[in-house]
C-alpha cells in the first residue's frame, strides 16, 4: 500500500490521539507515538512530524501503513 | 591470542576482542572502530578514525567475559558507507541528531555520571530530529571493583580521552539498506499497581500510585524492591523503557534513568532464568546478524552472564544503553535492513 499524501486526512487523525491506536513493534514508531501524546505542539505540527516519520521510515513500517485509512 | 588477518577483516567486519597490537593494526590501516576497554589499554591508541568507551565487562560469541587490559572489543564499520568522528560537550547534544547522515545513524557513547548523561537522559526524547536519525550507543563505566574508578570516552581522531563529552560515529548506511534499532527487554510489568512521577528525575522523591502521593523511597521499601535487581517498566506506546534503581539511602532512591511525568510505570515482574529469558527473545526477533550491540551490567550481574552465551550477540556490557534516548536493563541492537 502507497504511502497516503500530506494532504490525507490520517495524518490529523495520527496526530489526535490516533498513534496510540496504531499496532506497532517498531521502536521508533512507539516512541514517537509517546511523545506525540506528551507534546503541547499544535495538532498541525504533529501531522507534519509524524507524516515526515512515515516518509523517513516508510519501507519497514507496511504493517503501520496498512491500519492509516482503519484508524 | 591469533594474530589478525587484515585481509579477513576486509570481508567481514571485526566485532570481538582483540589484542592491543591488532587494535592498532587496524586503527593505522584506516578502520572506522567503535572500541571499549580498560583505561590503560585505550590510551596506548593511536588516533585515528574511532571512538572508544570503558567498561572491562564484555558479551561475547563465547560468552560474557570480564577483560584485562591486554585486550579492548572493537566494532568495526568498514564496508558500509562514510564515517566520522565528532564530539560533543553537553550545550551541543541536540547537533547529534542534526549532524548524523540522512541514512544511517548516530553511534555514540557518554561517561556515566557526567553532565553529557544526565541531559541526554533527561532531553534526548525532545530532540527535534530523535526519531528521524536515530542515535544508539551506551554510557562507559568501570570496574566495579575499583570503587574510586571513573568512567571515560575517547575521542580516537585527536586520542584524547574525555570526562564529560559524547563521543559520536556518524555511520552512513548503502542506500539500499536502512538502520533498525531494536531492543530486547526481558522485564514485563508486574501488574501490583501504576506507578507515575510529577517530575523527569533521576532521584524522585515522590510517585502517584493509583492517584495518592506518597514517598518514593517508602514505596520502594513497601514493595521490597530496595536491590536493584528489578527495574521500573515504563511504558512507551507499548515499547517498554526501563528505568533501574541504582542505591536506596536513607530518604533518597537513586535511578540509573530517569523517570518521566505522562508515564505509566510498574516494578518489573520477577525473571527467574535471565539466560533462558534472552535465548527465548532472541528466537523470536528475525535474527539477521546486529551490525552492533550492547546490553546492561545489571543483566550482566544479576543475570550471571559471565560465561554464558545468549543469542550470539556480542558487544559491551554498559552502565546504560542508548536506543534513541536511554535505557537500562535492555539489550540494545543496530540491525542493517
Given at each position: 500500500?502507497?504511502?497516503?499524501?500530506?494532504?490525507?486526512?490520517?495524518?490529523?487523525?495520527?496526530?489526535?490521539?490516533?498513534?496510540?491506536?496504531?499496532?506497532?513493534?517498531?521502536?521508533?514508531?512507539?516512541?514517537?507515538?509517546?511523545?506525540?501524546?506528551?507534546?503541547?505542539?499544535?495538532p498541525?505540527?504533529?501531522?507534519?512530524?509524524?507524516?515526515?516519520?512515515?516518509?523517513?521510515?516508510?519501507?519497514?513500517?507496511?504493517?503501520?501503513?496498512?491500519?492509516?485509512?482503519?484508524? | 591470542?591469533?594474530?589478525?588477518?587484515?585481509?579477513?577483516?576486509?570481508?567481514?567486519?571485526?566485532?570481538?576482542?582483540?589484542?592491543?597490537?591488532?587494535?592498532?593494526?587496524?586503527?593505522?590501516?584506516?578502520?572506522?572502530?567503535?572500541?571499549?576497554?580498560?583505561?590503560?589499554?585505550?590510551?596506548?591508541?593511536?588516533?585515528?578514525?574511532?571512538?572508544?568507551?570503558?567498561?572491562?565487562?564484555?558479551?561475547?560469541?563465547?560468552?560474557?567475559?570480564?577483560?584485562?587490559?591486554?585486550?579492548?572489543?572493537?566494532?568495526?564499520?568498514?564496508?558500509?558507507?562514510?564515517?566520522?568522528?565528532?564530539?560533543?560537550?553537553?550545550?551541543?547534544?541536540?547537533?547529534?541528531?542534526?549532524?548524523?547522515?540522512?541514512?544511517?545513524?548516530?553511534?555514540?557513547?557518554?561517561?556515566?555520571?557526567?553532565?553529557?548523561?544526565?541531559?541526554?537522559?533527561n532531553?534526548?526524547?525532545?530532540?527535534?530530529?530523535?526519531?528521524?536519525?536515530?542515535?544508539?550507543?551506551?554510557?562507559?563505566?568501570?570496574?566495579?571493583?575499583?570503587?574510586?574508578?571513573?568512567?571515560?570516552?575517547?575521542?580516537?581522531a585527536?586520542?584524547?580521552?574525555h570526562?564529560?563529552?559524547?563521543v559520536?560515529?556518524?555511520?552512513?548506511?548503502?542506500?539500499?539498506?536502512?538502520?533498525?534499532?531494536e531492543?530486547?527487554?526481558?522485564?514485563?510489568?508486574?501488574?501490583?499497581?501504576?506507578?507515575?512521577?510529577?517530575?523527569?528525575?533521576?532521584?524522585?522523591?515522590?510517585?502517584?500510585?493509583?492517584?495518592?502521593?506518597?514517598?518514593?523511597?517508602?514505596?520502594?521499601k513497601?514493595?521490597?524492591?530496595?536491590?536493584?535487581?528489578?527495574?521500573?517498566?515504563?511504558?512507551?506506546?507499548?515499547?517498554?523503557?526501563?528505568?533501574?534503581?541504582?542505591?536506596?539511602?536513607?530518604?533518597?532512591?537513586?535511578?540509573?534513568?530517569?523517570?518521566?511525568?505522562?508515564?505509566?510505570?510498574?516494578?518489573?515482574?520477577?525473571?527467574?532464568?535471565?539466560?533462558?529469558?534472552?535465548?527465548?527473545?532472541?528466537?523470536?526477533?528475525?535474527?539477521?546478524?546486529?551490525?552492533?550491540?550492547?546490553?546492561?551490567i545489571?543483566?550482566?550481574?544479576?543475570?550471571?552472564?559471565?560465561?554464558?552465551?545468549?543469542?550470539?550477540c556480542?558487544?559491551?556490557?554498559?552502565?546504560?544503553?542508548?536506543?534513541?534516548q536511554?535505557?537500562?536493563?535492555?539489550?540494545?541492537?543496530?540491525?542493517?535492513?
Open positions: 500500500m502507497a504511502l497516503p499524501p500530506k494532504t490525507a486526512p490520517c495524518w490529523q487523525k495520527l496526530a489526535s490521539g490516533g498513534m496510540k491506536k496504531l499496532r506497532t513493534s517498531n521502536l521508533g514508531a512507539q516512541m514517537l507515538s509517546q511523545r506525540m501524546e506528551l507534546s503541547k505542539l499544535p498541525a505540527q504533529k501531522a507534519d512530524e509524524i507524516y515526515s516519520f512515515f516518509v523517513k521510515w516508510e519501507r519497514g513500517l507496511a504493517n503501520e501503513i496498512a491500519q492509516l485509512n482503519s484508524l | 591470542m591469533k594474530s589478525l588477518n587484515l585481509t579477513a577483516s576486509d570481508q567481514g567486519r571485526i566485532n570481538a576482542l582483540l589484542s592491543i597490537d591488532d587494535t592498532i593494526a587496524l586503527i593505522r590501516a584506516g578502520a572506522p572502530l567503535a572500541i571499549a576497554g580498560r583505561p590503560n589499554a585505550l590510551d596506548q591508541l593511536p588516533a585515528g578514525n574511532w571512538i572508544a568507551g570503558t567498561t572491562p565487562y564484555f558479551m561475547t560469541a563465547d560468552g560474557g567475559r570480564v577483560i584485562d587490559d591486554t585486550q579492548v572489543f572493537v566494532t568495526d564499520f568498514s564496508g558500509l558507507g562514510a564515517v566520522r568522528v565528532v564530539t560533543y560537550d553537553e550545550h551541543h547534544l541536540p547537533q547529534i541528531t542534526e549532524d548524523a547522515p540522512e541514512n544511517g545513524f548516530a553511534m555514540a557513547i557518554m561517561p556515566f555520571q557526567s553532565r553529557c548523561h544526565e541531559r541526554f537522559a532531553e534526548a526524547s525532545t530532540y527535534p530530529l530523535a526519531f528521524l536519525k536515530p542515535t544508539v550507543g551506551w554510557i562507559a563505566g568501570f570496574d566495579l571493583a575499583e570503587g574510586a574508578a571513573a568512567a571515560a570516552v575517547y575521542d580516537g585527536n586520542a584524547v580521552r570526562a564529560d563529552r559524547v559520536v560515529l556518524h555511520i552512513e548506511l548503502p542506500a539500499e539498506q536502512c538502520p533498525s534499532i531492543i530486547i527487554n526481558i522485564f514485563e510489568a508486574d501488574g501490583v499497581e501504576t506507578i507515575r512521577f510529577e517530575d523527569t528525575s533521576f532521584a524522585p522523591a515522590h510517585c502517584l500510585i493509583n492517584g495518592e502521593r506518597v514517598s518514593f523511597v517508602d514505596y520502594v513497601r514493595r521490597g524492591r530496595e536491590d536493584g535487581q528489578l527495574p521500573l517498566v515504563g511504558d512507551f506506546s507499548g515499547a517498554r523503557i526501563n528505568a533501574s534503581i541504582r542505591t536506596v539511602e536513607g530518604d533518597k532512591v537513586q535511578l540509573y534513568a530517569p523517570v518521566f511525568p505522562g508515564i505509566d510505570y510498574a516494578f518489573a515482574g520477577i525473571v527467574p532464568d535471565y539466560v533462558g529469558a534472552f535465548r527465548e527473545a532472541f528466537a523470536a526477533h528475525v535474527q539477521e546478524p546486529a551490525i552492533w550491540s550492547c546490553n546492561c545489571l543483566n550482566f550481574l544479576f543475570g550471571e552472564l559471565e560465561g554464558k552465551v545468549i543469542g550470539g556480542a558487544g559491551p556490557v554498559t552502565f546504560g544503553e542508548i536506543a534513541y536511554l535505557v537500562n536493563q535492555t539489550l540494545v541492537q543496530v540491525r542493517a535492513v
